[in-house]
């Protein structure tokens, strides 16, 4: 008999596929964030740029800093807009997250996703190291 048998294809190819069926839906794309590291190095500032800080206080105010002088108040809707007015002008700011500990991850996901639909490429966490205790 000169014939292949396909039996045991067929059958390796619906174990896989059924592999990647359950598979795919556990992958989940996220918010791109270079995360800070324990023992990371301080972030340099770009000359004469100041990085956009938005804070976040345990009370649940946001508040955002773009020249490196003022705080403003904002609500959690208006990030979104005066980020991309900072990125009409300078096309790759650095941009900073500085949360309250207490704070719950919802909210600092949520401006991250903020950030992520205003065209910022990354993301930094503000920290505080051992030392500043």
Do not use: H
Request: hydrophobic fraction near 40%; avoid cysteine; charge should be negative.
């Amino acid at each position: 008999m000169g014939e292949i048998n396909v039996v045991p294809y067929i059958d390796v190819t619906l174990v896989l596929l059924i592999i990647f069926m359950i598979t795919t839906p556990m992958l989940q794309t996220g918010v791109e964030v270079d995360l800070p590291k324990a023992e990371s190095a301080t972030v340099e500032q770009k000359e004469g740029v100041p990085p956009i800080v938005i804070s976040i206080k345990k009370e649940g105010q946001y508040f955002i800093n773009v020249d490196g002088v003022t705080d403003d108040l904002v609500q959690p809707e208006e990030i979104n807009a005066r980020v991309e007015d900072v990125l009409s002008n300078n096309k790759s700011p650095q941009v900073l997250i500085n949360a309250d500990k207490s704070v719950d991850y919802g909210s600092v996901v949520t401006v991250m996703a903020s950030l992520k639909n205003a065209g910022v490429p990354n993301v930094g966490l503000m920290t505080k190291s051992d030392d500043d205790q």
